[in-house]
């Protein structure tokens, strides 16, 4: 199984990438490949609404240069991709929500292209770190975007692992921390394994 994680922490050793290590430690373990791209290093422009990749035929079309194209080659070559975000004012940190938005392309509704998604089966999953109690609202709305956005396009939603921000890094490094991300990993391997 290839998994693609899309680190979207502007801090490369925040609290996210404290769940993404342990993530990606269990993935190796199971014998998973894994690709970890750190977004706050590349170059990803916002979506213009040009729907220029609405018109390319089983391609992600997108015409802007910049390393998007570059990350959707890694995104469609893997069976699971993981959002891993902070939670910025309820939703994604600007970078995840800049890529999210310019995966436009690889839904092909709304232009003279035939009618396809280029990831259709794929599973995304979610992996966040939150300043409120994850059972009380602390993620619910990035983890509501994203069962509705496999839905719309025919990708699998394995889910979402939240870890508490409570102003204390250390609890990143927990015991309780490293079993959540990677009972994660194992439950992602299960479903996708089915």
Same mark, same amino acid.
């Given at each position: 199984?290839?998994?693609?994680? /899309?680190?979207?922490? *502007?801090?490369?050793?925040?609290? %996210?990438?404290? *769940?993404?290590?342990?993530?990606?430690?269990?993935?190796?373990?199971?014998?998973?490949?894994?690709?970890? &791209?750190?977004?706050?290093?590349?170059? !990803?422009?916002?979506?213009?609404?040009?729907?220029?990749?609405?018109?390319?035929?089983?391609?992600?079309?997108?015409? $802007?240069?910049?390393?998007?194209?570059? !990350? &959707?080659?890694?995104? /469609?070559?893997?069976?699971?991709?993981?959002?891993?975000?902070? !939670?910025?004012?309820?939703?994604? %940190?600007?970078?995840?929500?800049?890529?999210?938005?310019?995966?436009?392309? /690889?839904?092909?509704?709304?232009?003279?292209?035939?009618?396809?998604? *280029?990831?259709?089966? $794929?599973?995304?999953? *979610?992996? %966040?770190?939150?300043?409120?109690?994850?059972?009380?609202?602390?993620?619910? /709305?990035?983890?509501?975007?994203?069962?509705?956005?496999?839905?719309?396009?025919?990708? $699998?939603?394995?889910?979402?692992?939240?870890?508490?921000?409570? =102003?204390?890094? $250390?609890?990143?490094?927990?015991?309780?921390?490293?079993? =959540?991300?990677?009972?994660?990993?194992?439950?992602? !391997?299960?479903?996708?394994?089915?």
């Amino acid at each position: 199984m290839r998994t693609c994680i /899309l680190m979207g922490s *502007l801090r490369s050793d925040g609290n %996210t990438a404290h *769940l993404a290590k342990y993530f990606m430690e269990r993935m190796g373990e199971l014998e998973a490949e894994v690709e970890y &791209v750190e977004l706050r290093n590349k170059k !990803i422009y916002p979506c213009v609404g040009c729907k220029c990749c609405q018109d390319r035929r089983g391609e992600y079309g997108c015409p $802007q240069e910049d390393d998007v194209a570059e !990350i &959707v080659d890694s995104m /469609l070559k893997s069976d699971v991709l993981v959002f891993a975000t902070p !939670i910025y004012t309820w939703q994604a %940190t600007p970078p995840t929500k800049a890529l999210m938005d310019r995966m436009y392309g /690889l839904n092909k509704y709304y232009g003279k292209a035939p009618r396809e998604v *280029l990831n259709v089966g $794929q599973a995304y999953a *979610l992996l %966040t770190s939150c300043g409120y109690d994850p059972d009380r609202g602390g993620a619910d /709305l990035l983890d509501e975007v994203m069962r509705r956005w496999c839905k719309h396009s025919g990708t $699998q939603y394995k889910g979402m692992y939240a870890f508490r921000d409570k =102003g204390d890094p $250390q609890a990143f490094s927990s015991a309780k921390a490293q079993a =959540g991300a990677r009972d994660f990993a194992d439950e992602i !391997i299960r479903t996708c394994s089915r």
